[in-house]
């Protein structure tokens, strides 16, 4: 009752309804100044995530041909590399791989924060969930390997070592990404696999079951995969 009683006092008191008012302003400062701060903050937070997002998915739609457990662990490298990682800072990352409309790869990198606030917890606003999402396309390549086969790179010994090199060569693109498709030439020129996908296996054994012979008809190598990247099985926003 007492309580009731100081209490109206104060409102009928001139000066301790300044007081009030004075108090429920302040609070009311508090909260907008925080919201500026704390705002500010998860813009900061926001930039380091979409710095280390765009890296992560850079690095890895970069390194896509080589799986995708080999590129989600680059894609995370990459993100640690800019601060960004549950074991740094608690964030939060998810990697996404699917394919669009037109047949590109894509690799999608999100991250998420959750940023404890200072001065708007006056508010009643405890954290921030700060989000950040990149995305970069992996283009298919349609391409075509012209190999010289003729007699004078076994008669210097480097026909072996062509062999060799152009398989590793091929190992570079992917079955399901990419379009391979190979020439050979000597005194004659061949088509030895038409432009497609599912192309390692079969490349590397018409390469290994190739031999060094005969005359160097380059131009009819070349014409036969001329024709071949100019046919209809070539895609049309491929990487030719």
């Known amino acids: 009752m007492k309580s009731m009683i100081h209490i109206s ?8 309804s300044v007081l009030m008012l004075v108090a429920a302003g302040m609070v009311f400062m508090l909260g907008m100044t925080g919201l500026a701060v704390d ?19 850079l690095t890895g739609a970069r390194t896509l041909r080589a799986g995708e457990t080999a590129a989600r662990e680059q894609a995370t490298a990459a993100a640690y590399a800019n601060g960004v990682g549950p074991a740094i800072n608690g964030v939060a990352l998810d990697m996404q791989i699917s394919t669009d409309e037109a047949g590109e790869s ?5 991250a998420m924060q959750v940023m404890p606030t200072i001065l708007m917890r006056l508010l009643g606003i405890d954290h921030i969930n700060v989000r950040a999402v990149s ?36 190992r570079h693109f992917d079955d399901d990404i ?5 020439v050979s030439f000597q005194t004659r020129a ?24 005969g005359w160097t008809n380059y131009g009819e190598g070349l014409r036969l995969g001329y024709e071949q990247i100019k046919s209809d099985d070539v895609r049309e926003r491929s990487v030719k």
């Open 9 to 16: 006092r104060i409102v009928h008191n001139p000066r301790g």
């Open 39 to 57: 705002s500010g903050r998860g813009y900061l937070t926001r930039l380091r995530l979409v710095r280390a997002v765009d890296a992560a998915a």
């Open 106 to 110: 894509m690799f999608q990198v999100s």
């Open 135 to 170: 995305e970069a396309a992996v283009p298919p390549v349609d391409l075509i390997l012209v190999i010289d086969q003729s007699g004078s790179l076994g008669t210097v010994g480097a026909w072996n070592d062509l062999q060799t090199a152009a398989k590793e060569f091929v």
């Open 178 to 182: 990419d379009q391979l498709g190979l």
């Open 190 to 213: 061949a088509n030895r696999f038409q432009l497609s996908h599912g192309f390692r296996t079969s490349i590397e054994s018409e390469i290994d079951g190739m031999s060094s012979a």
